[in-house]
Each structure stands twice: as C-alpha cells, then as structure tokens.
C-alpha cells in the first residue's frame, strides 16, 4: 500500500482522492461548541441503571451534559441567555450507538443498485440494465440486496444471464447477507478467476457439471476474492457514498456509526482518511478492520496519529476544540478501535458442532456450515492484542465457531492473564448454555443481529430447528446471568441502519410471518433500549464519555416523538427520530 493511502487513512473518512477534497461535499454541521441549552418538557430517559430513570431537565453546555435535574436548578446554572427548548411531549435520550454495522460499505451501496425485494430473476436483470445507464465508464455494474430464497426461481442468476446485462464490462450481485453473491464472465476475467482456479478456504464458485466451469454464484470468501478487484471509488463518487451514509445513519439516531469490517473494498482506507483530513463526518465512526487488512490500516492509523499528534501531551491544540470530551483515540470524529474476523457464515452456513437440521439447498447432507479461518490465525491474534486496546470482533453464527473464539481465548488468558478486552462475539446467534459460562469468565460481549429475526426467522427455524431457533440471540438468558449484550443492524446486511427497528425484534421476536421465534428470549423495552446506548458505549469501551445523560458526558442525544417505553411493543419500530444532535450541535432534524 502507498505512502499516501496510510497517511490519508488517518487524516480524514469520507470517499474519495486528493483531487475530490474541494468538491466533497461538507456536512451541515457546525464544528464549533454549541450555544448553552436547557431541554425540558418531555420524558427525559437517562437511561442510567437496570430500572428506567427520569430527569425533568437536562443542561448542555460546550458539547457536553451540565446538569440532569430540576429545570429551575437548570435555568440558574447557566443563566438567563440560555437557550431553551420544550420538549412538548417528545421523548430525550442519549444518542444510539451502532455496535456493528458497515458504515463505509453501505455508503458505496447507496450509489450501487438497489436489489432489495426483487421477485425474480428477471426483475434483478432490468434493474441492472438500468444501473448501467448511472454507472461511469471503467467502473463495475453492481446491485446489492437480493435474497435467492426469496425469489421465484429460489436461485441466484448465472454468469450467462447477468452477461444479459453486460457482456464486456463487469456485473457483480451481493446478496442481502453480504455472504453470497454472483458474477458476469467479465467481472470473473477482471478477477482473474477462472474454471481452473481452486476454491478458497472458507468458500466457494458454484461448478458447472464438468466440476470446474463458474457458473457464476460464489460464496463467502470466494465472493471476497472477486469483491476485492473492483475498481476503487473516487472522485464525485467516492464523496457521495460517505456523506451519504452518515446522513443515513443521523437520521435514525445514531450519533456512534460503526465500520466494522474495514478492507472489505480495496479503497476503504483512502475512503476513511479523506473523511479525517477533510472533516466530513458529523458524528463518530468506529473502525475495525479486516482481519486480512489490519496491518495496512494500523500502519495508516499509526501515520495519521503521529501527524495530529506529535506533541508529548498526545493531543494538539485543533483537536481540542473538535472534542469536548478529549478522547484522544478519536481524530476528526475517526477511531480506530479493533479488528474483525470472520469465523463463519450466514443463515445457511454457519458453522454448528451438529449439522443442519435441514441442509441447506445446494448442500450435501450432513452439513454442518463453513469454518472461514485455521485455530492458528485467531489463535495468534489474540496472542498478539489480547493485552492491548485493540479490541477483537469476532463474527459467528453457529456454536463451532464460538468453541473457535473461546478456545482462542482461553490460550491468551493462560499465557497472559485476564485483561479487560471485551472481545465482541458478533451475532453469536446460537450459543449453548456451557459456552455463555465461559463468556461470562472471559468477559465477551455478544451483539446480537436482532434485526436478523424478521428477515430471516422463519428460515431458521426451518434450517436450525427448534432448539436452535428457540434459544438463539438469547437476550434473556444474558440478562438473567447479569451479563452485557448489544443489539446490531449490520447495514447494509439489514437494508436499513435503524435501531429503533432493532429495539422492536428484540422486544417482540416477531419472523416476517408474525412467529415469535424463541418467546423465552424476549427482552422489556427498557433493557432493549439500553442494549443500543448504556451496554453499546460499554462494548466499545466508551462508558465514559457516552450511553447514559450523565454530567460530564458528551452531549449526544436524540428526541423520538413517542416513548418507548409507553407504547404498544410491537409498535416501537413505527416510532420516529425527530432529531439527532451530536455533541450539542443538530447533526439531523426532521
């Protein structure tokens, strides 16, 4: 990787190159501290503790909460040039944290074709042709969206019918769970894949009859292998992707995103440095990345930190002004905070200690999922950052690959004791009841994909079986253990980066044909609600400073129309976010 792309990784996060940094578009937020401001008139929801608390006020001054408490105590703090605002009956509380989603990922999306709902194959394909028309010369023709199962043929389209598409420029099709995916010929000649190229470790091209010959569906890291050859975003384009999304994920309360995967593209990390150099993100961003990629973004990060930081002190005086709270780990609203793995696979490949209860369409019984990754790979990272602060995020499915995490685990704490860590076990939809004793021991912290259980609960109850389904994503069982746990959207694996949506399954569990899926593990609005502030800035280690209205901490917060807590469960997912302020400053407003 160039000199350039590891110094701009830590300088700015939007899209794009050097020649698009005057044409980026700036987001509508002021970088300057906020007027004084006293909020009252609404249920204040500090969200402090294992019991809902109230506030009749809360006072922010300077990016940062003054006071939570009587509104006249409030008034007299800050004194009579206060700005106030009435609440009329809206509900305040801190402001969401997103704990795993793909934040850079779902930017480029938004400028992708949207594949979401197709009913069949040749719906997908006029969808296509029509990107064609919206994609600049040189670049790939890509959709993102689709569900195979979901559609009429119950299959994904081959290479001969995406060439439909284009025969000459390449076509490539991710899939809703970012797992799968398919290709045109040209996309697979761009790639250099070709009938003789071997499977890779953890995934697969589907063959023709002759055992050799692509077909075009790919999967896990065989997607990866062909994903990593598309042509880098830049110019006008790379800047939209990531403006675009930090406008997304305001707009649903989000005042923390998360790029949990960084170097799934080949330019994500002159995506991410852009942003930093140029200040284009109005809120927080999170990076973890790719296993594969993390000595290049350490490198680029350790560049990034040595230019805006060279004093003793560690912080420089610009960016002070930017953070209120003077958490050093952030550069221009970046943070690099750890490193994803991917253990396994999605709905109908994770990897399980048993197999399917029914196999999966396409494999061969008994099946019991992918493992993506040797014992020695996690095992030496875990040797290697166990005792540092770069935290690691672990995706997993089936109980196999949380016996792969523990195990891992279990070696670095022998060797170097017990550290406060808090690996995150991403998804961790089936656990059984051993490995939560050990997670509690080694204080992991699962995010549990809630949104998962609309999309796809019925096919896990269908593919898993009952014992799986009823006891995954156990929400319940944790907090009956006194245990942390997080909810996640995963956007753009859920089409939409909402938390609100999140709150609603993990309160109801309600399949996309109204099944409850594991009743027993139905968590109250209020314990779900603090998955998404309290226990998320903890999993990120950033309890401090965020997740609860507490003095002293950042004043991120978010107004809802209505109160969680006081409506119908099932309609928490209807519930609007009416405005999204970061650190005192309106980042989104209805």
Same mark, same amino acid.
């Given at each position: 990787?160039?000199?350039?792309?590891?110094?701009?990784?830590?300088?700015?996060?939007?899209?794009?190159?050097?020649?698009?940094?005057?044409?980026?578009?700036?987001?509508?937020?002021?970088?300057?501290?906020?007027?004084?401001?006293?909020?009252?008139?609404?249920?204040?929801?500090?969200?402090?503790?294992?019991?809902?608390?109230?506030?009749?006020?809360?006072?922010?001054?300077?990016?940062?909460?003054?006071?939570?408490?009587?509104?006249?105590?409030?008034?007299?703090?800050?004194?009579?040039?206060?700005?106030?605002?009435?609440?009329?009956?809206?509900?305040?509380?801190?402001?969401? &944290?997103?704990?795993?989603?793909?934040?850079?990922?779902?930017?480029?999306?938004?400028?992708?074709?949207?594949?979401?709902?197709?009913?069949?194959?040749?719906?997908?394909?006029?969808?296509?042709?029509?990107?064609?028309?919206?994609?600049?010369?040189?670049?790939?023709?890509?959709?993102?969206?689709?569900?195979?199962?979901?559609?009429?043929?119950?299959?994904?389209?081959?290479?001969?019918?995406?060439?439909?598409?284009?025969?000459?420029?390449?076509?490539?099709?991710?899939?809703?769970?970012?797992?799968?995916?398919?290709?045109?010929?040209?996309?697979?000649?761009?790639?250099?894949?070709?009938?003789?190229?071997?499977?890779?470790?953890?995934?697969?091209?589907?063959?023709?009859?002759?055992?050799?010959?692509?077909?075009?569906?790919?999967?896990?890291?065989?997607?990866?292998?062909?994903?990593?050859?598309?042509?880098?975003?830049?110019?006008?384009?790379?800047?939209?992707?990531?403006?675009?999304?930090?406008?997304?994920?305001?707009?649903?309360?989000?005042?923390?995103?998360?790029?949990?995967?960084?170097?799934?593209?080949?330019?994500?990390?002159?995506?991410?440095?852009?942003?930093?150099?140029?200040?284009?993100?109005?809120?927080?961003?999170?990076?973890?990345?790719?296993?594969?990629?993390?000595?290049?973004?350490?490198?680029?990060?350790?560049?990034?930190?040595?230019?805006? #930081?060279?004093?003793?002190?560690?912080?420089?005086?610009?960016? #002070?002004?930017?953070?209120?709270?003077?958490?050093?780990?952030?550069?221009?609203?970046?943070?690099?905070?750890?490193?994803k793995f991917w253990l396994d696979g999605s709905l109908d490949t994770a990897w399980f200690t048993q197999p399917y209860t029914v196999t999966p369409a396409g494999k061969t019984t008994p099946f019991s999922g992918y493992r993506q990754i040797p014992d020695e790979v996690l095992d030496a990272a875990f040797d290697k950052y166990w005792a540092t602060d770069l935290q690691i995020h672990m995706h997993m499915n089936g109980d196999a690959a949380a016996d792969q995490?523990?195990?891992?685990?279990?070696?670095?704490?022998?060797?170097?004791?017990?550290?406060?860590? =808090?690996?995150?076990?991403?998804?961790?939809?089936?656990?059984?009841?051993?490995?939560?004793?050990?997670?509690? =021991?080694?204080?992991?912290?699962?995010?549990?994909?809630?949104?998962?259980?609309?999309?796809?609960?019925?096919?896990?109850?269908?593919?898993?079986?009952?014992?799986?389904?009823?006891?995954?994503?156990?929400?319940?069982?944790?907090?009956?253990?006194?245990?942390?746990?997080?909810?996640?959207?995963?956007?753009?694996?859920?089409?939409?980066?909402?938390?609100?949506?999140?709150?609603?399954?993990?309160?109801?569990?309600?399949?996309?044909?109204?099944?409850?899926?594991?009743?027993?593990? #139905?968590?109250?609005?209020?314990?779900?609600?603090?998955?998404?502030?309290?226990?998320?800035?903890?999993?990120?280690?950033?309890?401090?400073?965020?997740?609860?209205?507490?003095?002293?901490?950042?004043?991120?917060?978010?107004?809802?129309?209505?109160?969680?807590?006081?409506?119908?469960?099932?309609?928490?997912?209807? &519930?609007?976010?009416?405005?999204?302020?970061?650190?005192?400053?309106?980042?989104?407003?209805?």
């Amino acid at each position: 990787m160039s000199t350039y792309l590891l110094r701009t990784f830590s300088i700015s996060l939007a899209l794009g190159t050097a020649c698009t940094l005057a044409t980026a578009q700036q987001p509508n937020v002021s970088t300057t501290a906020s007027e004084p401001t006293v909020y009252f008139g609404g249920d204040i929801l500090t969200m402090r503790g294992t019991e809902p608390e109230y506030v009749e006020s809360l006072a922010v001054k300077e990016g940062k909460i003054i006071f939570a408490g009587a509104r006249a105590e409030a008034q007299k703090l800050l004194g009579p040039n206060t700005k106030s605002v009435d609440l009329g009956g809206k509900t305040l509380l801190p402001g969401f &944290i997103d704990t795993h989603g793909h934040f850079v990922y779902f930017g480029k999306n938004l400028v992708d074709a949207n594949l979401f709902n197709c009913v069949d194959i040749p719906e997908l394909i006029a969808r296509m042709k029509k990107q064609v028309e919206q994609t600049p010369k040189g670049a790939w023709i890509v959709g993102f969206g689709y569900q195979a199962r979901a559609m009429k043929e119950g299959r994904p389209p081959t290479s001969e019918e995406l060439d439909q598409i284009s025969a000459d420029r390449p076509v490539m099709i991710v899939d809703s769970s970012g797992h799968l995916g398919a290709a045109n010929s040209a996309a697979f000649k761009a790639a250099g894949i070709s009938a003789d190229t071997p499977d890779p470790t953890g995934g697969a091209f589907a063959r023709g009859k002759d055992g050799k010959s692509l077909l075009g569906p790919m999967e896990e890291t065989a997607l990866n292998a062909v994903r990593s050859k598309r042509p880098p975003f830049s110019g006008e384009l790379a800047s939209r992707a990531i403006t675009g999304a930090a406008k997304v994920w305001a707009s649903y309360g989000q005042t923390t995103a998360m790029e949990a995967g960084l170097g799934l593209g080949n330019d994500d990390i002159a995506i991410v440095t852009n942003a930093i150099d140029n200040k284009l993100l109005p809120i927080d961003l999170y990076v973890a990345a790719k296993d594969s990629n993390l000595d290049d973004s350490l490198a680029a990060a350790y560049t990034v930190a040595s230019e805006y #930081r060279p004093d003793a002190s560690g912080v420089v005086e610009k960016l #002070r002004a930017v953070r209120p709270d003077l958490d050093t780990r952030y550069i221009n609203r970046v943070r690099m905070g750890g490193v994803k793995f991917w253990l396994d696979g999605s709905l109908d490949t994770a990897w399980f200690t048993q197999p399917y209860t029914v196999t999966p369409a396409g494999k061969t019984t008994p099946f019991s999922g992918y493992r993506q990754i040797p014992d020695e790979v996690l095992d030496a990272a875990f040797d290697k950052y166990w005792a540092t602060d770069l935290q690691i995020h672990m995706h997993m499915n089936g109980d196999a690959a949380a016996d792969q995490a523990l195990n891992a685990i279990a070696k670095a704490v022998k060797k170097h004791g017990m550290r406060d860590h =808090r690996p995150v076990f991403v998804h961790a939809t089936w656990l059984r009841v051993d490995q939560i004793e050990q997670i509690k =021991r080694y204080g992991a912290i699962p995010s549990f994909l809630t949104a998962g259980i609309v999309t796809g609960g019925d096919a896990v109850v269908r593919l898993w079986g009952s014992e799986r389904s009823a006891g995954a994503m156990a929400s319940r069982t944790f907090l009956r253990s006194n245990l942390p746990f997080t909810f996640s959207h995963d956007a753009p694996v859920s089409p939409t980066p909402s938390i609100l949506d999140l709150v609603d399954a993990g309160v109801n569990r309600l399949s996309g044909t109204s099944k409850v899926v594991g009743p027993d593990e #139905r968590v109250p609005p209020y314990h779900a609600l603090r998955a998404v502030t309290a226990m998320a800035a903890f999993v990120i280690k950033e309890e401090k400073t965020k997740g609860t209205l507490e003095v002293g901490k950042l004043a991120d917060l978010v107004i809802l129309d209505k109160n969680p807590l006081k409506v119908e469960s099932t309609t928490i997912k209807d &519930i609007s976010v009416l405005e999204t302020i970061k650190e005192g400053n309106t980042v989104f407003k209805k």
